[in-house]
């Protein structure tokens, strides 16, 4: 092929996944002008799904990249409702991606109404628990362009009417920051980072969707909850609250930054203080982390807006720590929860609930739970819910990242 060939060929794949990758681009604003009632606000190319669709889809599949690719790559998680706690069973997820040379290359068997998305895509439906798995190879960036790898998702559920797309990325790619600065990070039905762990030679990405998260016009019933921090699904921001107490004492370090590979708990305290039961909780915290050394960090994080002075509220939670003789759980405050240079902010936090508790693993949220009363029932709870959202590849080694 000569140059001007190649030339065309590659910017007919960009133009055409470009409009796939980003509603954030045109497209988008295309659909949001002529198809506001479609869901999740139109998607230009997710109908190739249907395109020799199988009549039975199971909840795994593997792709040609599997054993054609140079990196084998295993997505897996589980499916859940918008509550991010429901199993959703029967959603149909398609997905395709590009080979190792950043094209979504074809093969005699591809359908030709199908060869735009190429010869590495499938579909999988999610089992009575939410449980998919997808089988393939991690895909490589176009070549010469700077849109980082990705992975398109199509989601169909069986009670709405059209289907819509998520986009994945990878956290350890070097093109996704730029990507994210350019573009936002949108996390459509759930965090838009994988996150890869090593099983031998073999990376798994392990990735929930919730249905509906951060999908336009999707149908919801009115909330009547409290409504406090991010949700289930999203990353759990970086920020940067003064230590008091605890192994960063003195200091201003990112709780999910250095301690974002296992479990944190996250658990926040506004302007309505109840002394007594916060107390309980940090003994508990403290106690949980304690048994579960480097696989858990606990963080307090007080936000009292009212008469804040830097010094006093330092004093006051380090006088704290000590009383109760705490070991591993961190004291830590900001001036408010909408204080922005500490970006407490992102966090979304309803300073005027009693707490909020942020649970997340492998920095994404898992859980969480507003006005939790300190008694041995929500203390059971939270150990039970540690351990239920392990998974199956807890205690696996990251790959070096440079």
Known sequence: MNKIGLFLLLLTLFISCNGQTNAKSQNQNVSEIDNKKIIGGGCEGCELMYVEMPEQILPEHTSLGWTEGKQKLILTGK????????????????????????????????????????????????????????????????????????????????????????????????????????????????????????????????????????????????????????????DQPSFIPFHAYGPDKGTRTCPVCKYGRYHGIVYFVGDNPNWDDIKKWLKQLDNESVAREKYLKAYFVYGNSKNYNKQTRHTELDKIGKELGLQKIALTFVPSFSDTESEATLNKINPNVENTFIIYRHRTIVDKYVNLKPKEQNFKLITEILDKTKGNYFDFNEPKHE
């Open 79 to 234: 499916v859940f409702q918008l509550d991010g706690k429901t199993p959703a069973s029967d959603v149909i997820i398609y997905y395709w991606h590009t080979d190792d040379k950043g094209l979504y290359s074809s093969s005699n068997q591809t359908p030709k109404k199908a060869k735009e998305h190429g010869k590495l895509r499938g579909w999988v439906k999610s089992d009575k628990d939410g449980n998919y798995t997808i089988k393939t190879s991690r895909p490589a960036a176009y070549p010469n362009d700077n849109i980082p790898q990705h992975i398109h998702l199509s989601i169909k559920e069986p009670d709405i009417p059209n289907e819509y797309y998520a986009d994945l990325y990878f956290d350890d790619d070097p093109l996704y920051l730029k990507h994210k600065k350019k573009y936002g990070k949108l996390d459509r039905a759930g965090t838009e980072l994988l996150r890869v762990v090593l099983d031998s030679k073999i990376q798994i990405a392990e990735h929930n969707i919730v249905l509906g998260l951060n999908i336009p016009d999707y149908p919801t019933k009115n909330r009547t909850d409290i409504q406090s921090g991010l949700n289930i699904g999203e």
